[in-house]
């Protein structure tokens, strides 16, 4: 008796340590179709906006940096826009009340977009520039905290629900 209790603990615990099912942790991206006109063409100002800003591509985050040692997202914006002799206030908070408002589906290359990323707030805290635009679908170079300097889509959920407003400077 002995034997066959001591027999069915070992059993227990054997397939008590079995190794857990495995989970993938890539979640599955939830994109959403943006609408935008098809027929808006790149202008070449906005074109050599993007560019320039895509050299940054990669630099870590800095608050308050405007090289490439390190930016913060209104950084990247005032240093690109200076180089392309265009002058552009500093902080997010000016930029999103400088320039013209523009609909989100007449937005172009060289367009700024704004975010409100902070939870349960709808207050401008985070802006990039349009880098492609194509139906259905917005990319934007910014400096993420996290990530530093990347090139992001407003098709990906995140960006969907946090963006605001796009403005037009050029």
Same mark, same amino acid.
């Not at 349960?120 to 300097?149: C, D, L, P, Q, Y």
């Given at each position: 008796?002995?034997?066959?209790?001591?027999?069915?603990?070992?059993?227990?615990?054997?397939?008590?340590?079995?190794?857990?099912?495995?989970?993938?942790?890539?979640?599955?991206?939830?994109?959403?179709?943006?609408?935008?006109?098809?027929?808006? /063409?790149?202008?070449?100002? %906005?074109?050599?906006?993007?560019?320039?800003? &895509? !050299?940054?591509?990669?630099?870590?985050?800095?608050? @308050?940096?405007?090289?490439?040692?390190?930016?913060?997202?209104?950084?990247?914006?005032?240093?690109?826009?200076?180089?392309?002799?265009?002058?552009?206030?500093?902080?997010?908070?000016?930029?999103?009340?400088?320039?013209?408002?523009?609909?989100? /589906?007449?937005?172009?290359? %060289?367009?700024?977009?704004?975010?409100?990323? &902070? !939870?349960?707030?709808?207050?401008?805290?985070?802006? @990039?520039?349009?880098?492609?635009?194509?139906?259905?679908?917005?990319?934007?170079?910014?400096?993420?905290?996290?990530?530093?300097?990347?090139?992001?889509?407003?098709?990906?959920?995140?960006?969907?629900?946090?963006?605001?407003?796009?403005?037009?400077?050029?």
């Amino acid at each position: 008796m002995k034997k066959i209790i001591l027999l069915i603990c070992v059993i227990a615990t054997l397939t008590s340590c079995k190794a857990k099912k495995s989970y993938s942790t890539s979640k599955k991206r939830q994109t959403h179709t943006v609408k935008v006109n098809p027929t808006i /063409k790149p202008t070449k100002e %906005g074109e050599a906006i993007a560019r320039y800003a &895509k !050299k940054f591509n990669g630099t870590r985050y800095k608050y @308050g940096g405007t090289t490439k040692r390190g930016m913060d997202c209104s950084g990247l914006i005032y240093t690109t826009f200076k180089d392309n002799n265009i002058s552009v206030p500093r902080t997010t908070g000016s930029l999103s009340s400088y320039g013209d408002w523009i609909d989100l /589906k007449e937005v172009n290359v %060289g367009d700024l977009v704004f975010f409100a990323t &902070k !939870k349960n707030s709808r207050k401008v805290n985070h802006v @990039g520039i349009v880098t492609n635009v194509r139906t259905g679908n917005v990319e934007f170079i910014h400096a993420s905290t996290s990530r530093g300097v990347m090139i992001s889509s407003l098709a990906e959920k995140y960006w969907y629900f946090a963006f605001v407003q796009a403005r037009r400077v050029l």
